[in-house]
């Protein structure tokens, strides 16, 4: 369990589950605050990127410029080995609610939030740099990444998170949601649209 929120507020704890003991252990604590961050596993190493870190008991009111700052393009890396966190390169766009996956040794963050509308936008981490790749056919939050077979899924989640601007009453102030995706897509060096359901069932 990779952070998350406790009382409207983003936390930095990490806990693993030991299935043999049928227990829970603390790791120790990221170096920032995490909610909804992505989450994958490359070469050993966990990887956690991205966040929003903005406080659920606070009214931004109309400035919403300060609830953007709060959406995170910061990374990091549990190395089991070292037993440290480990700073990765940021990421050229702020996101949460992403989804990651490793493939053939590279990871990739797909989609997202930044604060304002989901995200169609995918990069990947080359030598600690994060290059753009050939964006999703469809702005895609809160939806599955896995990779299978040599090719990375992005599967369902919702299509038009987008927070208003201005509002007139408190209601109006939190995020609107389009239609769930119905729809999910196929990675190989280009992504395609749409996956056969039957091939989609098997994810859920």
Known sequence: MVGGRKSGKALDSVEVYNPLENSWSSLPPMSTPRSIPAVTVVNNQLYVMGSNNADNNRDFG????????QYQNTAEK??????????????????????????????????????????????????NKWEPVTSLPQACAFHGVVQLGGKIYAIKGWSGLTRLKSAKSQKQK??????????????????TSPVPAILVKEFI
């Open 62 to 69: 109309q400035h919403f410029w300060e609830i953007f700052e």
């Open 78 to 127: 549990w190395d089991p080995v070292s037993r440290m966190w480990q700073p990765v390169a940021n990421m050229s766009t702020r996101r949460s609610s992403a989804g990651a996956a490793e493939l053939e040794g590279e990871l990739y963050v797909v989609g997202g939030n930044d604060g304002f509308n989901a995200l169609s936008s995918v990069e990947k981490l080359v030598n």
């Open 174 to 191: 939190a995020c609107t949601f389009a239609p769930a995706i119905s729809t999910s897509f196929l990675f190989v060096n280009y992504w």
